[in-house]
């Protein structure tokens, strides 16, 4: 356990002992969130023959004080106050009085493309913009450097040489940075502090190599108090990072959650990593930040509690610094296997929203027959992708101001994120969001997207590809066997030897599921695959289900890509189309699972994989059934509930759901310390994951096992 305190005191304010305790509830504003987009998308694709490349780069930036926008080319910065949109600053960038241009267009640069994303998420955006020109124009002479955007939900500075040399912020002022290392025992900051400060806490404690399996099991925390004091008679913004370099586990699948009175809080925490390490370039490093923000009232104290989990599943922006690629990318870790899904909301890499896949559970890579390595990294069977469109003359749609929602759930139970763009001339928006639940059998997933019609009433799409697989080539097979079905079991399989396209006539309503199985990487014959892949759709709104189709095509690499769509889908204002899918990644031989499921485990014996797909679709058709007064049901799967305070329900399932079931209450006061759920009469000793959310709700959500087809659950709120 390790103790921090942080002391915010000048000459002649008041004592220590007349401060106010306040809580998270009251210092953590849910209003408060900086977030950042490619206004015509994003100009760097890997891609030989990219679909989309902008010319136009400009970046903006959206706070709830401010909206900024930064040329690249031009080197032009705009600022706007909000929320009248009165522009407070309209710069363009000069450095040591010469006039600059931005870098080329190519990823010639040592580490890759010159744009490059540090840290992104709630609380901050850093971006590092190398190979910048400048020029004296007296002497004729030019010179290459680099600069900082820095992007807070109050402040927005370019900075040259570590300081702000363009800058806009509100009241509160610009961050000063006061760096603090973090050891056993109790740690003072500077006496005398800035209205806005930045505490940079280096060292924070993580998991060490020892005992990696045990990243699979319940979760696990190590802990980290912190206390944080602002004796002055203003208000003050505080920021603290917590940070790490080098050292301890695998930083896959690390959740930082702030705790308060022993239970979580529900205060947000921003995380960023890499692990890119490439001692030529700057913030190519393995490194791991928690970023919180908080407002502090005069005159008060605030106590609280660092965990970090190692057990659960977490979301968190990936910084490609070091890669090469240098956009936006986000990783969801599931314990220490690596990256158990990535997203790429730019597709600079592949033209795909769903890069890595890797399955849990499973032998990790260098793993023989013989010789099981567990808690590794294991194969990559990536990546997928959803919600395409092409308009009515078959062009497929570009996707502009891509861009991760604000408010999120980092884990450790589940995962949920949004990602918001504009298709066409912004002629319609898309919502993607994704969702990730900690189970302790197999990798399990939840995809849904919804497009809405924003200038046109009505949109005819000529194609729209609801859900994608094998769209990069990390798993390229030579054979593929794929099989579908629907709720009463198998309908069909296929050998994928040639393009092809089929249609498929369900005996019942969804869920639908396909599963695809190859034998092994194409070009590694030495290398059997021990995963495969399933799909499950478990919704569609204003879609006839009749219309779906599958078409198999050779993808990027030479692999195959499995495609499910529709044509001629017609979409208006009044009824957007909404879809929801749950991706599964289980294990195909005995010998590469070392997870303890018996069920998974059975399976695999008998041979038929594809049952495995089935029972996930099966078993999680929930029907779901709220009391009346106890609430509103949102979702049936993962179950979700606007509950105004207790709330009792009921959970049918044709089979018992095989693993754990994510019930989440969305409730308008904080949640007690006795909050508690109930199955069946029987009070269930779990972790709850709490979450504050916009217009100050919280979602409280329980992660509960249900062994027969039918259960009784009870919510006690207070």
């Known amino acids: 356990m390790i103790f921090l305190a942080l002391l915010f005191f000048l000459p002649g304010s008041a004592s220590t002992a007349e401060l106010k305790t306040v809580t998270l509830h009251e210092v953590s504003p849910y209003d408060r969130f900086v977030s950042h987009s490619w206004r015509h998308g994003p100009p760097n694709r890997e891609l030989s023959k990219p679909t989309f490349k902008a010319k136009k780069r400009i970046i903006d930036f959206e706070a709830n004080a401010y909206e900024a926008s930064f040329n690249v080319n031009k080197l032009d910065i705009t600022v706007s106050s909000l929320p009248e949109r009165k522009p407070v600053l309209q710069n363009k960038l000069r450095l040591r009085e010469c006039s600059c241009l931005g870098p080329m267009d190519q990823s010639t640069y040592p580490g890759g493309y ?84 930045l505490h940079m806490v280096q060292n924070i404690p993580l998991p060490n190599e020892a005992g990696l399996h045990a990243c699979y099991a319940d979760p696990e925390f190590s802990a980290f108090n912190v206390t944080l004091t602002n004796a002055e008679s203003r208000e003050k913004i505080t920021r603290v990072v917590f940070k790490r370099r080098q050292g301890g586990i695998g930083i896959t699948g690390v959740i930082p959650v702030l705790f308060e009175g022993g239970a979580p809080s529900g205060a947000f925490v921003q995380i960023s990593k890499n692990w890119h390490a490439d001692n030529r370039i700057k913030y190519a490093d393995k490194w791991f930040e928690a970023v919180v923000f908080f407002q502090l009232p005069s005159r008060s104290r ?136 900690f189970s302790d059998d197999i990798a399990r997933h939840i995809h849904s997207f919804e497009l809405t019609q924003v200038k046109r009433r009505r949109m005819l799409y000529s194609k729209v590809e609801l859900y994608s697989l094998g769209t990069d080539y990390y798993a390229n097979v030579d054979d593929l066997t794929m099989w579908y079905g629907d709720a009463a079991g198998l309908l069909g399989k296929v050998e994928v030897t040639k393009p092809q396209r089929f249609s498929f006539r369900r005996r019942h309503a969804l869920p639908f599921w396909i599963a695809i199985d190859g034998t092994q990487l194409r070009g590694h014959p030495s290398r059997p695959l021990n995963s495969f892949r399933g799909l499950v759709v478990r919704d569609l709104q204003n879609l006839d289900p009749r219309k779906l189709k599958i078409r198999a095509i050779r993808a990027v690499g030479g692999g195959w890509r499995i495609s499910l769509y529709a044509r001629n889908v017609q979409v208006r204002a009044s009824r957007p189309l909404r879809a929801s899918f749950s991706l599964i990644v289980p294990p195909k031989h005995s010998f590469g699972y070392w997870g303890s499921d018996p069920a998974t485990v059975s399976l695999l014996r008998s041979k038929q994989i594809w049952q495995m797909v089935f029972r996930e679709a099966v078993s999680y058709n929930l029907r779901v059934n709220v009391a009346k007064g106890g609430g509103t049901l949102e979702s049936a799967y993962p179950v979700r509930v606007i509950a105004s305070a207790n709330c009792s329900m009921s959970i049918a399932s044709t089979i018992p759901p095989t693993n754990f079931i994510p019930i989440t209450f969305i409730t308008h006061a904080k949640p007690s310390l006795d909050a508690a759920i109930f199955i069946n009469g029987t009070r269930q000793v779990v972790l709850s994951q709490l979450t504050r959310c916009p217009r100050g709700k919280y979602e409280i959500t329980f992660n509960v096992k249900m062994n027969a087809t039918n259960a009784f659950v009870d919510y006690y709120h207070n």
């Open 114 to 197: 010159p744009v490059r994303v540090v840290e992104s998420g709630r609380y901050f955006v850093r971006l590092h913009i190398v190979g910048i020109v400048c020029c004296f124009f007296q002497h004729r002479k030019t010179f290459q450097t680099d600069i900082e955007v820095h992007a807070w939900p109050d402040c927005f500075a370019i900075v040259f040489n570590n300081s702000p040399v363009v800058r806009y912020c509100d009241s509160h002022g610009y961050a000063d940075i006061h760096t603090i290392q973090a050891k056993t025992g109790s740690l003072l900051a500077p006496a005398s502090l800035s209205a806005s400060s």
């Open 302 to 437: 605030l106590r609280f509690q660092l965990r970090l989990f190692y057990g659960g599943v977490s979301h968190s922006q990936l910084s490609l610094v070091g890669w090469g690629v240098n956009d936006l990318w986000d990783q969801v870790g599931h314990g220490c296997n690596g990256e158990s899904i990535t997203y790429e909301p730019n597709r600079n890499h592949r033209d795909t929203f769903v890069c890595d896949i890797r399955p849990v559970f499973t032998c990790a890579l260098g793993s023989t027959e013989n010789d099981c390595i567990k808690g590794g990294w294991t194969e990559n069977v990536g990546g997928a992708d959803f919600g395409r469109c092409l308009d009515n003359a078959g062009v497929r749609l570009a996707e502009t101001r891509v861009r991760r929602a604000p408010y999120m759930s980092p884990g450790p139970l589940m995962t949920n994120a949004t990602y918001l763009s504009v298709l066409g001339k912004n002629a319609a928006k898309m919502k993607r969001t994704v969702a990730t639940v």
